[in-house]
């Protein structure tokens, strides 16, 4: 079975930074694509920043310039650097993942539950 743990959120005024981590564990064979989203209030989920394994690391256009996404592949986990944090960055920040459990099967996308960021005004 194959877990995601979040951590690093909190509280933070305007202008600050904040760092998310996300480890991978239980039956892993290799991780095909890595993502941090976020959920506010009243709104969809959207895609923050994704790394996929040898690909190109895509960001979306709010965060791009103030935001880093980084994994450590040896430890099965991904970090979330945020800078200049905006009030319009509050929101429930997850990371996702496709994980490949064997070799030559297919990957299949798991959730962890999620950490709470709050940029203050």
């Known amino acids: 079975q194959v877990r995601l743990v979040e951590s690093g959120g909190g509280l933070v005024q305007t202008g600050g930074s904040l760092r998310l981590s996300c480890t991978v564990t239980g039956s892993i064979y290799s991780i095909c694509i890595v993502a941090w989203y976020r959920q506010a209030p009243g709104k969809q989920r959207e895609l923050v920043a994704s790394a996929p394994t040898g690909a190109r690391v895509i960001y979306a256009d709010p965060v791009k310039g103030r935001f880093t996404i980084s994994r450590d592949n040896a430890k099965n986990a991904v970090y979330l650097e945020m800078n200049s944090l905006k009030p319009e960055d509050t929101a429930v920040y997850s990371c996702?993942?496709?994980?490949?459990?064997?070799?030559?099967?297919?990957?299949?996308?798991?959730w962890g539950q999620g950490t709470q960021v709050t940029v203050s005004s």
């Open positions: 996702g993942a496709d994980v490949r459990p064997s070799s030559g099967g297919k990957c299949y996308a798991y």
